[in-house]
């Protein structure tokens, strides 16, 4: 019989969730529980419903998750001490058990979730490895993608029309070790960071610093074991941990981003962008032409440009107001640049200058093209109006937003690009509707003219397909 100090330990746990999350709970247990409840009944004795592992993985094993993170969740589960003993012996989950991992996790603070966490990085008491914490974080990752692919959660996004994850997963993996700290507050890395052993309050200090962990495991368990998903408590990190995704209904088209690059590069837009992507132009679908390019984007309000070199790298940057054709930088401090690929990251404004974005085009007193940070001539990103060429120029650091060299190579050739306007669309861009650039700046039409391309330019008002009634 369980003691009081667990008695008690269980009815605080409980009473954190509303009386429909507890039936809910209560539902998933006697579910898994099912096959094993009644074995006592004959002997006249009401036997405790327990779990077992080969419960949950008959049960979640291969669609919802992936078999990995079936048996990480178990071991949080049998982690949950109730006695003051050690249940390790006890290869069966009781339903106190299971109700106090559900509330560490999804209620807990960062105290309450790193026991459990230690025991999903690892079956073992004391100190893990770096290499251990990696693994951890793959497969949180990987499983957050499986399970909101399975679930139909990507909000039209799909496997299929963004980049293989795989390599996003280990990308994003990466970014959220490279916050780890020692008890020195030093920073490990590379083989260092893998052989280091890790003690719970380093564990812990990262849990509470990177908050998509946290939020991964709240995804996990609630898509995963479908519990408490469709309640009203989800957390804004979860509603809009992906955005829905607007203007790729065609065949064959493959986003530049992965489904982890774009939960990450979201997570850093302001929040009130954070809950839709729009698909304004793709060099694929539109054409490699700057002229294009600018048509699509101009006051089109806060976007997000990334682009691939011809090496295979991607990168891009976040405008946080509308691009205008003019000789003058334009944005302001929440821009920022990003890498997606071979690693990712975001890169934050210094305060060093105010050259947060740049669009100009048919000018010969000043540079032409699209550029983001830095200065004229040396951009930490930029695309020439001459399409196909940009440069990336970073000695050592980029000044407006001390990022590195995005690209391959310092002067790069473009492969592809593509800009996804955030958020809702400006009520100017609402009004203006199918109006072209050439309609509203005359010397983008002068210069067509004077290239004999005046008509042609008709084809550049064909707007970017919207998902018919906008899902």
């Known amino acids: 019989k369980m003691g009081n100090a667990g008695s008690n330990a269980y009815q605080n746990h409980i009473s954190r969730f509303l009386p429909e999350e507890q039936s809910d ?3 998933i247990f006697d579910t898994l529980s ?16 327990t779990m077992t592992l080969a419960a949950l993985q008959a049960a979640y094993t291969r669609e919802p998750l992936p078999e990995q993170m079936t048996v990480r969740l178990y071991n949080g589960m049998k982690s949950i001490d109730l006695t003051g003993k050690s249940s390790g012996l006890d290869e069966k989950i009781a339903k106190e058990q299971f109700v106090l991992f559900m509330s560490n996790l999804l209620k807990g603070n960062a105290e309450e979730k790193i026991s459990v966490i230690m025991r999903m990085i690892s079956k073992t008491e004391g100190p ?17 993608v499986h399970v909101l692919s399975y679930r139909e959660e990507l909000k039209g996004w799909s496997l299929e029309n963004t980049r293989d994850s795989a390599s996003g997963v280990k990308a994003l993996a990466s970014q959220l070790l490279s916050e780890l700290r020692l008890s020195d507050r030093t920073k490990p890395v590379g083989p260092q960071l893998m052989e280091t052993n890790l003690d719970q309050n380093v564990v812990e200090d990262w849990v509470y610093r990177v908050p998509q962990i946290s939020v991964f495991l709240s995804v996990v368990v609630r898509q995963g074991l479908h519990v408490l998903h469709s309640l009203p408590d989800q957390t804004k990190d979860i509603v809009n941990l992906v955005p829905s995704c607007k203007g790729i209904r065609r065949r064959g088209f493959v986003s530049l981003f992965d489904i982890p690059s774009i939960m990450y590069i979201n997570s850093h837009l302001p929040p009130e962008l954070q809950h839709k992507w729009q698909l304004l132009f793709s060099s694929r679908i539109h054409g490699e032409s700057f002229s294009q390019l600018s048509v699509h984007i101009v006051n089109k309000g806060p976007c997000l440009v990334i682009l691939k070199d011809v090496d295979g790298y991607i990168f891009g940057g976040f405008a946080s107001q509308s691009w ?9 401090s929440r821009c920022f640049l ?3 690929s071979p690693s990712l990251a975001v890169y934050t404004y210094t305060g060093y200058n105010d050259h947060y974005m740049y669009l100009n085009q048919g000018q010969q007193t000043m540079p032409n093209g699209l550029g983001m940070g830095g200065q004229h001539g040396y951009f ?3 695309i020439d109006s001459d399409y196909g060429k940009g440069h990336s120029k ?18 790069f050739t473009l492969d592809a690009m593509e800009v996804w306007a955030v958020g809702e669309p400006p009520k100017s861009a609402k009004k203006k509707g199918k109006k072209s650039i050439l309609d509203v700046d005359p010397q983008a039409q002068a210069l067509l003219e004077m290239a004999g391309k005046s008509r042609q330019s008709e084809g550049l008002r064909e707007p970017i397909e919207e998902d018919e009634a906008d899902d």
């Open 394 to 411: 970073a000695k050592p650091r980029c000044t407006t937003y001390n990022s590195p060299q995005l690209s391959a190579k310092e002067d």
């Open 338 to 340: 990003f890498s997606v």
């Open 25 to 27: 709970i209560d539902g």
């Open 128 to 144: 893990v490895k770096g290499k251990q914490i990696q693994e951890f974080t793959e497969d949180l990752i990987m499983s957050v």
């Open 380 to 382: 930490g990103l930029w």
């Open 34 to 49: 099912g096959s094993n409840g009644s074995d006592g009944a004959k002997n006249g004795k009401a036997t405790k419903k």
């Open 324 to 332: 205008e054709v003019k000789p003058q930088f334009q944005g302001d």
